[in-house]
């Protein structure tokens, strides 16, 4: 493995590793494929070419058998016709006798044996591979009778053929193994480039969008339902919400660098006045401290809330909460600052704890009961209604304020959004605590509706699951 990769380097192109790769993955597979056919066959056909050698041994003591002792070994030498017609004319075959004197010989392809054999040996038949006249053989020796000779056959079977047939397979699978391989290196890059281009056309992509921005779209398509399609997919989805994103941050900026400057711009204004005059005018004095201090305090809540949006950390998935106390909490600490509201709880059936913090749940509370404080033309009356079913949590919190226009109503969440001027500097708000209601309803995954009229008020219905 370590040296596939570094027959792989980091530098080299997905093409031209894929193509290197897919020829040394064929390359071994084929040479184990034909490391085996190699050893089966070599096995096959050298125990073929001892069985013939045996077989055609045994023809020729079954031909001697076969004379009944009627033919004399004088009479096989002066006719060896039959036995050139069992005998192979690549084999050598010889009688001797007990003293190694030669009786008979038919063909004279390879030179004798030297027999060291008793006779207690040849009750079987002998098969032993030797090396004769610098060729491999199969020699076989066999004890043979006829008429009143007792003598031993020897059969000289040369493997001759045999190593040329296996030099033949050898040069073919090389042959063919080069073929493949080089077949596999042509196949292989014409699939990286087909397989690879996709990935290719996405790499311009992205670097066009490096260089250009959001503005460069991607100009390519692709069809299939395959992992490059799903990378396609995230991909797109990806640019998407970057795109998304980097224009709600460059809105965010924007809109922060210009809520942030007028209350800037409202404290210089008062120390200018102080500079001037307040020294000896403690009324202006008094005033344009006030005022500098309530800017300084509007400032201080509204970079503690646009942290609270940038932090945006994971949801709790073990949190609970008390319904009832967080609702009570809120209650009793918007009563000091808006003395003049009222806040009502009703609750039915038996009470259960959603999944959020307490702290979260009391920070989306306060954020719609203080809007309904502030935006009110009449003494604040805020209702809130909480039912306890069996899968979930149904909670509305309702209004006498103002009302909010139907054309406004997808707009409220947005940060620093106003629904009209009149509203800008009502109640001293940051224009973020909506905001932040949408940002922890969507990490506690309540689904939160609104409905409003104008001149009536404003319906907030949130629905906890378990």
Not at 130 to 137: C, L, N, Q
Request: charged share 25%; with cysteine; hydrophobic share 40%.
């Amino acid at each position: 493995m370590n040296r596939l990769k570094k027959l792989l380097p980091k530098n080299q192109s997905l093409k031209k590793k894929w193509t290197i790769s897919t020829a040394i993955v064929i390359f071994i597979s084929y040479a184990v494929i034909c490391s085996v056919i190699y050893i089966a066959l070599y096995s096959w056909l050298i125990q073929n070419e001892e069985n013939n050698a045996i077989r055609t041994a045994d023809d020729l003591t079954s031909f001697f058998y076969s004379q009944d002792n009627s033919i004399s070994i004088q009479e096989f030498q002066g006719n060896t016709g039959l036995l050139k017609a069992i005998v192979h004319q690549n084999q050598t075959v010889r009688i001797f006798r007990f003293d190694g004197y030669e009786v008979l010989r038919i063909n004279n392809v390879n030179s004798a044996v030297p027999l060291k054999l008793s006779y207690e040996k040849l009750d079987d038949i002998l098969v032993s591979k030797e090396e004769v006249d610098g060729d491999d053989v199969y020699v076989v020796n066999k004890l043979v009778k006829f008429e009143n000779f007792t003598g031993v056959l020897q059969l000289i079977h040369p493997l001759s053929t045999f190593q040329s047939l296996m030099r033949y397979i050898v040069t073919t699978m090389l042959i063919a193994g080069l073929g493949a391989i080089l077949l596999a290196g042509f196949v292989g890059y014409y699939l990286a480039n087909v397989l690879v281009k996709p990935l290719q056309d996405l790499r311009d992509s992205m670097l066009s969008v490096q260089k250009r921005g959001f503005e460069e779209k991607i100009n390519f398509t692709y069809d299939a339902d395959d992992e490059i399609g799903d990378l396609l997919k995230l991909y797109v989805s990806m640019m998407a919400d970057l795109e998304n994103s980097f224009a709600k941050q460059q809105q965010f900026v924007s809109d922060a660098s210009h809520e942030l400057r007028t209350p800037i711009q409202a404290i210089e204004g008062h120390l200018s006045l102080i500079k001037r005059w307040g020294k000896n005018e403690p009324e202006v004095l008094e005033e344009s401290l006030n005022t500098s201090l309530e800017e300084v305090s509007r400032m201080k809540k509204m970079i503690e809330e646009l942290l609270d949006l940038a932090r945006k950390e994971e949801r709790d998935e073990e949190a609970s909460a008390s319904v009832g106390k967080v609702l009570a909490s809120v209650r009793d600490e918007l009563h000091i600052i808006y003395p003049e509201s009222t806040i009502t709880i009703v609750e039915n059936g038996v009470p259960k704890q959603p999944n959020i913090t307490e702290n979260a749940l009391a920070q989306i509370v306060r954020n719609i009961i203080e809007n309904g404080i502030r935006y009110n033309d009449h003494p604040p009356l805020i209702h809130v209604d909480v039912h306890y079913l069996t899968e979930s949590i149904f909670m509305t919190i309702k209004d006498n304020g103002m009302g909010i226009p139907q054309e406004h109503l997808p707009f409220i969440f947005d940060r620093f959004y106003r629904v009209d001027v009149s509203r800008e500097n009502k109640g001293g708000g940051t224009g973020l605590g909506l905001s932040i209601t949408k940002m922890l309803a969507e990490k506690y995954l309540i689904e939160m509706d609104v409905a409003s009229t104008v001149g009536k008020g404003t319906t907030f219905t949130l629905k906890f699951h378990f």
